[in-house]
């Protein structure tokens, strides 16, 4: 760490360039309630205390700045008003909102922003990079859809899927990853390396009237030229950039950030592919890099000049791909993702680079994402075929240590010796022994906090201080909901919503129920059955003419009020309507606020 450049003001010089307006104060409220404050990281303009890792908190220093900023003539960004940016392009009539942050709130607040400097114009047409929520949450903030809006093939698949199946438990991991019970202090959330936080506003969502569907399309929008390459399986399913060729500008959506970006984010997702994502950003460089100025993306600050384009994107593919191929050569002499993440060294040339560091992904979680990616949970070795689970085995290894006397004299010890992770090993064995344990409970959470304080990643450092939060005080739970939003939840289709219900079947509950339900959607013509037997909750569309128990005539919106509680007035049915009492009563409510760092 000693030899990083810190002499080297590169990164906050892109960062301040072009600054045109801040917004002061920098709170977003709605309804009084505060949905954005990034004056509360005012402290980070201070010297980086011992509790934080230097190279995080300069990182921190670079993401707080927010406001109005030129990229070039006629190209501006609304920055450090949500984790994400929103682009601003201007065209003949108007200007083009490129990804409007993800609350409506913000996105309003930054529309605003840019008006106050640029005049009133009007918003003439939007782009989505890709379907993350932090790029299309805040799209009510800046238009009512009457507009062209433009995004990649797949977008509104995936803008919902992401939500529909895991996203109780990713919101739950959300609030460790992003820290939003954390203080904003030199001993708390100082950000997450990829932005400060996420905004906690509106989440909207209007679906795109136009799809692009591949790299070489161009689209005219309000008198500006663009020519599209399409990334899907990159940082998202679903994903762009794009070249302004008369502005001599290159857009990256996500795909090139400030940072060494996640191949498996830390609240949990699909493995994303290393090895596509390398291929793309070559591919970027071939078509676009001779032909742009400048290369802005939609988190973090821009980077000017031919030259440094192509080595910024360079640094960043050779990352991306170093990663891949090590991790796979390794693999395949008997490493596995523990060993490869702890063996893997980056080039010393890609370290010298600050925006190749993990403080978004890490080398370390992201080695162990690729390995996942192509050979799973399983490292081949029996003894990890069938352990106990956490608590089972939380107390025998407390048993064979002398019981709970020893293993905090153990961990006294470790942690004397600098040796934090296995006393976090431990101490949690301790702790999932008897989660009455407040000595092992304060101990852990002064582990965790060490562990945090020392992280380069910030999101490394929210999931320890969160633990730490949580073993020393109560259960936060999810506040970052975007699966209630209600225009998500109207985006899914038929099938989402019946696989979003099947997921909630209590199986043993349901083992001797058959019930058999015919669904007849009137606003969308189709036709559906659920069948209901050994616990399963299958479900068929255009299905065979064949008795059903109940049929149900009905519109979407109708569908998901009755599967949200509400009664069933108004709807049209043939059969017993008390075979739908007989399924609620099988549906099982998931958790937003279970345990995570104790048992
Ligand atoms: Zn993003």
């Known amino acids: 760490m000693a030899d990083l450049p810190f002499g080297d003001r590169t990164d906050f010089d892109a960062a301040d360039r072009g600054f045109?307006?801040?917004?002061?104060?920098?709170?977003?409220?709605?309804?009084?309630?505060?949905?954005?404050?990034?004056?509360?990281?005012?402290?980070?303009?201070?010297?980086?205390?011992?509790?934080?890792?230097?190279?995080?908190?300069?990182?921190?220093?670079?993401?707080?700045?927010?406001?109005?900023?030129?990229?070039?003539?006629?190209?501006?960004?609304?920055?450090?008003?949500?984790?994400?940016?929103?682009t601003l392009i201007e065209g003949d009539s108007g200007v083009i909102v490129v990804d409007p942050l993800l609350s409506v709130e913000c996105a309003a607040a930054g529309l605003r922003l840019y008006r106050d400097q640029r005049g009133d114009r009007p918003v003439t047409a939007v782009i989505y990079t890709h379907s993350h929520a932090d790029h299309f949450g805040g799209v009510r903030g800046v238009t009512d859809g009457s507009v062209p809006i433009l995004a990649p093939a797949g977008f509104m698949e995936h803008a919902v899927s992401e939500n529909v199946y895991a996203g109780t438990a990713m919101n739950r991991r959300a609030t460790y990853m992003y820290g939003p019970a954390l203080p904003r202090s030199p001993e708390g959330q100082i950000g997450t390396g990829l932005g400060m936080t996420t905004s906690t506003g509106t989440i909207s969502l209007i679906p795109p009237s136009k799809d692009i569907t591949h790299t070489g399309q161009e689209e005219t929008l309000d008198g500006v030229r663009i020519v599209f390459q399409l990334t899907p399986g990159t940082e998202a399913p679903a994903e762009m950039n794009f070249l302004i060729p008369g502005r001599r500008a290159l857009c990256m959506a996500e795909n090139a950030t400030h940072n060494q970006h996640n191949i498996l984010t830390l609240r949990g997702a699909l493995v994303r592919d290393t090895r596509v994502w390398a291929r793309y950003l070559t591919e970027a460089i071939a078509l676009f890099a001779d032909q742009a100025d400048v290369v802005f993306a939609s988190h973090h600050w821009p980077t000017w000049g031919g030259q440094n384009i192509v080595t910024f994107l360079s640094q960043q593919r050779d990352m991306y791909a170093y990663m891949h191929d090590q991790t796979l050569r390794m693999m395949n002499k008997g490493m596995t993702g523990s060993e490869i993440a702890e063996a893997m060294r980056m080039p010393p040339a890609l370290e010298q680079a600050w925006h190749t560091h993990g403080y978004y992904g890490s080398v370390s979680h992201n080695v162990k994402a690729i390995y996942q990616r192509y050979l799973g949970w399983f490292d081949g070795n029996p003894a990890h075929l069938w352990e106990h689970p956490p608590i089972e085995q939380a107390r025998r290894y407390v048993e064979c240590m002398g019981g709970r006397e020893g293993v905090l004299a153990f961990a006294r010890r470790y942690i004397d010796d600098g040796d934090l992770r296995f006393a976090a090993s431990l101490l949690n064995h301790a702790v999932f022994a008897d989660e009455h344990d407040s000595q092992a409970r304060s101990m852990l959470a002064e582990?965790?906090?060490?562990?945090?304080?020392?992280?380069?990643?910030?999101?490394?450092?929210?999931?320890?201080?969160?633990?730490?939060?949580?073993?020393?005080?109560?259960?936060?739970?999810?506040?970052?909901?975007?699966?209630t939003s209600p225009e998500m939840i109207a985006a899914l289709t038929v099938e989402q919503v019946f696989d979003s219900l099947a997921i909630r079947v209590d199986g043993p509950k349901a083992w001797d129920e058959r019930l058999v339900i015919d669904w007849r959607l009137t606003d969308l013509n189709q036709r559906h059955r659920t069948t209901l037997s050994n616990g399963a909750f299958i479900h068929q569309a255009d299905p065979p003419p064949q008795p059903a128990d109940l049929t149900l005539t009905l519109t979407k919106q109708q569908l998901l009020g009755l599967l949200t509680g509400q009664p069933a007035d108004g709807i049209e049915h043939e059969g017993d309507m008390d075979v739908l009492n007989r399924l609620t009563a099988v549906l099982d409510d998931p958790d937003p606020a279970f345990a995570i760092v104790t048992p």
């Open 447 to 483: 582990v965790y906090t060490r562990l945090g304080h020392g992280a380069e990643n910030g999101t490394w450092r929210n999931f320890y201080l969160a633990g730490a939060l949580e073993l020393t005080g109560d259960v936060v739970p999810a506040n970052l909901d975007s699966a």
């Open 20 to 86: 045109v307006a801040a917004l002061s104060p920098a709170i977003v409220k709605t309804d009084g309630r505060v949905v954005w404050d990034s004056d509360s990281y005012g402290f980070l303009a201070q010297e980086c205390p011992d509790t934080a890792h230097p190279s995080l908190w300069r990182q921190g220093q670079l993401c707080v700045k927010q406001g109005l900023y030129e990229v070039t003539d006629g190209i501006y960004q609304v920055r450090g008003l949500d984790l994400s940016n929103m």
